[in-house]
């Protein structure tokens, strides 16, 4: 491990997205004084140098930012603040590498935070649960970004509802997605059918905040996370393709 550049601003809690030009957007999060940010940087692995571009109409954390067949990076949900007073967000915006600049998309049909988002073989964007504001109302609802008419579109609905899940949905090899964490049994959703199946065999307990790696072949990793009483496990599991 060694030193590779800085960021422009001190930030947790953000986003990074791999562009299409080999660049990386880090988007939003926590400043310095938990300030909530709407600044965004784009870090060059090639130079080590991570510089200022535009800036977010307002503050997100806990957001998505999801790379588009087009090259733009659509940035989903989030929230600004801390409980009492935290406002989770229904819009969503879109960031052109090209010009460096973010413009407003369409609003998502639901506002919510700790979700996660995928884009799918055919190009749209599946956003995945999440919750609302006291994060006490955690979704088992989908919407569908289709970037060909810029809109949200209501999508299939999971049988369980989950949250603090970013990062574990995994695009399998035929198309459909695994989604791993949030709940004691995962789900896939048939690309086709537009349906959500159950996973036959479950994890010990609801697992957030977990991780799942696409291996070779379509088996998935999935490891740690924590559950009801901020429980952290040291598990890992593997999803067989073939399941």
């Not at 989903?76 to 973010?102: C, N, Q, W, Y």
């Not at 989950?162 to 997605?177: A, E, F, Q």
């Not at 065999?201 to 998935?220: C, H, I, N, Q, W």
């Amino acid at each position: 491990m060694q030193a590779a550049g800085s960021l422009v601003e001190r930030r947790s809690g953000h986003t990074a997205t791999f562009l299409s030009d080999g660049r990386i957007l880090l988007v939003g999060g926590v400043g310095q004084g938990w300030t909530f940010l709407r600044t965004a940087e784009l870090y060059d692995p090639t130079t080590g140098r991570s510089e200022p571009t535009g800036s977010m109409t307002v503050p997100r954390e806990g957001h998505t930012a999801t790379l588009l067949a087009d090259g733009r990076v659509l940035v989903i949900g989030g929230h600004t603040g801390r409980r009492p007073a935290m406002e989770v967000h229904s819009s969503a915006e879109l960031f052109d590498p090209k010009t460096g600049r973010f413009a407003p998309a369409r609003t998502l049909g639901t506002a919510r935070h700790k979700h996660d988002a995928i884009r799918l073989s055919d190009g749209r964007v599946l956003v995945i649960g999440g919750a609302d504001r006291p994060d006490r109302l955690h979704y088992a609802t989908t919407e569908i970004y289709d970037p060909g008419v810029g809109r949200f579109a209501p999508g299939p609905s999971m049988s369980n509802p989950r949250s603090k899940i970013p990062g574990t949905s995994v695009l399998l090899p035929n198309g459909d997605v695994l989604v791993a964490s949030g709940a004691k049994n995962a789900e896939i959703l048939d690309h086709e059918r537009l349906t959500f199946t159950e996973v036959t065999r479950s994890f010990p307990e609801a697992y957030r905040y977990a991780t799942a790696v696409p291996l070779a072949g379509g088996d998935v990793v999935i490891a740690g996370g924590y559950s009801d009483g901020n429980r952290n496990t040291a598990g890992i599991w593997r999803f067989r393709g073939q399941e």
